[in-house]
T-cell receptor
């Protein structure tokens, strides 16, 4: 069965620090990959997605993620975080080309200190 | 509508009672999904609809859980004889059929926070 692992449960950073959140998945076939963000008191929003093509994907608010097929990874990065990035981040995977459900990681809570 | 809407936003019920949760997907989206978000468990898939049919019910945790979708739009998730472990945030998402070319993205509603006392 597919699974998604997010290595960090809670990350605490100061403003302007660089961010990298790890995500690994287990599935041997073609995958679609997503990062969703949930700001405090708000619902899940799509941050970025990878379907095919350039493995470096740029999303909203300066976030990017790199798909490394050989490592089954899709890590999220941001060069300089802001206090407003405080949120919970979820990595998710779906079988490529299917309309099936998403498999989510358990999430990483990011706290940015001003 | 502009986004996925869910009602009620919060529901408190007593153990043993039945509850109904409603999801109104984005207009024109044919696929609809229910997930559950609980502490320590993350986001778990419950059931998926394509139109009015449910090709995948594999995530429903017990036969107390059921869902239906009528008219290819609104869906209701029903939990019978609620238990305390059913307490969670129930999320609905919708997506459009991609005709095999552009994989769809799921858009999430705000969720219904269910508390079973």
């Amino acid at each position: 069965a597919q699974s998604v692992s997010q290595h960090n449960h809670h990350v605490i950073l100061s403003e302007a620090a660089s961010l990298e959140l790890g995500c690994n998945y287990s599935y041997g076939g073609t995958v679609n990959l997503f990062w969703y963000v949930q700001y405090p008191g708000q619902h899940l929003q799509l941050l970025l997605k990878y379907f095919s093509g350039d493995p470096l994907v740029k999303g909203i608010k300066g976030f990017e993620a790199e798909f490394i097929k050989s490592k089954f990874s899709f890590n999220l990065r941001k060069p300089s975080v802001q206090w407003s990035d405080t949120a919970e981040y979820f990595c998710a995977v779906k079988e490529g080309g299917s309309q099936g459900n998403l498999i989510f990681g358990k999430g990483t809570k990011l706290s940015v200190k001003p | 509508g502009a986004g996925v809407s869910q009602s009620p936003s919060n529901k408190v019920t007593e153990k043993g009672k039945d509850v109904e949760l409603r999801c109104d997907p984005i207009s024109g989206h044919t696929a609809l999904y229910w997930y559950r978000q609980s502490l320590g468990q993350g986001l778990e898939f419950l059931i998926y609809f394509q139109g009015n049919s449910a090709p995948d019910k594999s995530g429903l945790p017990s036969d107390r859980f059921s869902a239906e979708r009528t008219g290819g739009s609104v869906s209701t998730l029903t939990i019978q004889r609620t238990q305390q472990e059913d307490s969670a945030v129930y999320l609905c998402a919708s997506s459009s059929r991609d005709r095999g070319r552009i994989p769809e993205t799921q858009y999430f509603g705000p969720g219904t926070r269910l508390l079973v006392l």
